[in-house]
């Protein structure tokens, strides 16, 4: 079990022994087997998320571990992240923050749809350089959380932050969207 570190053989981090080692979080606990969301973790559905699918051979293979009350990863964004030479694209960064906010309810037995996103932008987000990025639920407000979530350098810089409204997904809600999405997986594999 990983506990917010890369998965072995990731290709998102230039020197892999090294920073397996710097990236363990030996405190954090690891997330329940679904997470909170409504099918497992090992699920063919929840493994080709773009942020933290380890199948999707184009995304993030971002790991999340609670650190208490904190869903936390760390990453190391590569050349391809980019927007300006050497610094990470906006949207890359937004994802990262949707992730964590995404993660921090998941990491509660929360499942919440992201309602509204907002993004500050508080320095330059270096490419090739340790990077970790957390989230946690500020509010319960029964329908609705309010989350928020920080980006943060090797030196504990914030780099950006981010709040949300999610809304808390009901079970049939859930029911619905995990029929929608295995139906639209059923049509990627008959095709």
């Known amino acids: 079990m990983h506990y917010g570190h890369f998965p072995e053989g990731c290709a998102n981090t230039p020197e892999p022994p090294k920073l397996y080692a710097l990236c363990t979080l030996p405190y954090a606990l690891p997330m329940s087997d679904n997470a909170g969301r409504p099918w497992s973790r090992n699920d063919d559905l929840a493994r080709w998320c773009y942020a933290c699918g380890d199948l999707n051979p184009m995304g993030l293979h971002l790991e999340f571990s609670m650190d208490g009350d904190w869903a936390v990863a760390q990453f190391v964004a590569q050349q391809h992240h980019q927007g ?58 029964g329908r609705t959380l309010e989350v928020i979530a920080e980006l943060r350098d090797n030196d504990g810089k914030l780099l950006a932050e981010a709040r949300a409204v999610m809304f808390r997904a009901t079970g049939e809600q859930a029911k619905l969207i995990e029929a929608a999405a295995r139906e639209m997986a059923d049509r990627q594999h008959s095709h």
Do not use: C, Q, S
């Open 84 to 141: 300006y030479p050497g610094y990470v694209h906006g949207g890359v960064v937004t994802t990262l923050l949707d992730e964590a906010i995404g993660w921090a309810t998941y990491g509660r037995g929360v499942w919440a749809l992201t309602g509204k996103l907002e993004t500050r932008f508080r320095g330059i987000v270096p490419t090739l350089e340790l990077l970790t990025v957390r989230g946690h639920i500020e509010k319960d407000r």
